[in-house]
């Protein structure tokens, strides 16, 4: 059973979603007329760049066979494309994928029953984070080469952590997954390079429902994303 106060901000956070919708359907019919007395644009963005993002949580990872320990899913390295449709010089439906994967080493003490010596041997665990958001997206083009952003996007955080050993105890290798609501708000800059390529710098704040605390009950990984890369247009 999830706690009240997880069930609570998640419908809250269900309502701000339909709220984001209905207000960029409304923003799409009050911004078509931009269109026609401004300097052309391009329908279609795809953004591709390096992601860096701050480690807020710890998880605990269960892997069964009594294997479990503490890792966070969140990592502080990643990926991140977008691809957008611009609606008019405004508004954007934009959809976002990132990845944040990382690898850790450490000597595990393998004991295959009770009472026993454990033996150590290396091993490693491999959380990886994915986050699939989509929600409108606010341009303020203008006459300048730098032109800001805005976003709101919602969608899913899905996790997955592998647990491996190989030795004369044990040779093992465990998997651990979580999927919840997740969320990305906040912004950036278009630095113009030429007609086709822009330079993109952005940072958001990225609450992920993934993870568990020692008890069992579900956690929120507190994220704050920053990214840079190529857009093109």
């Known amino acids: 059973m999830c706690p009240r106060s997880f069930t609570a901000g998640v419908a809250n956070l269900k309502r701000a979603a339909l709220l984001i919708l209905v207000f960029t359907i409304g923003c799409a019919r009050w911004t078509l007329a931009q269109d026609s007395n401004s300097r052309p644009f391009s329908r279609y963005e795809v953004f591709g760049g390096y992601l860096a993002a701050g480690q807020t949580a710890y998880s605990d990872l269960q892997f069964g066979n009594g294997v479990s320990l503490q890792s966070g899913f969140s990592t502080t390295h990643g990926v991140e494309v977008s691809f957008a449709y611009n609606f008019n010089r405004i508004l954007a439906i934009k ?71 190989a030795g004369p105890a044990a040779t093992l290798s465990l998997e651990n997954s979580e999927t919840g609501f997740s969320v990305a708000i906040g912004g950036g800059v278009d630095i113009r390079l030429s007609k086709r390529f822009s330079v993109r710098t952005g940072v958001d704040l990225n609450p992920a429902w993934v993870g568990r605390d020692d008890p069992g009950a579900r956690t929120v990984l507190k994220n704050v994303r920053i990214s840079a890369g190529i857009l093109l247009h």
Do not use: W, Y
């Open 95 to 165: 959809g976002d994928f990132s990845l944040q994967p990382h690898t850790e080493n450490f000597t595990a003490g393998i004991c295959m029953q009770a009472g026993c010596s454990p033996v150590f041997q290396g091993a490693s665990v491999n959380p990886r984070l994915f986050n699939f958001l989509v929600g409108p997206e606010f341009k303020l083009r203008n006459h300048t080469l730098f032109t800001p952003f805005a976003h709101g996007l919602t969608g899913i955080a899905h996790a997955t952590a592998t647990f491996s050993t």
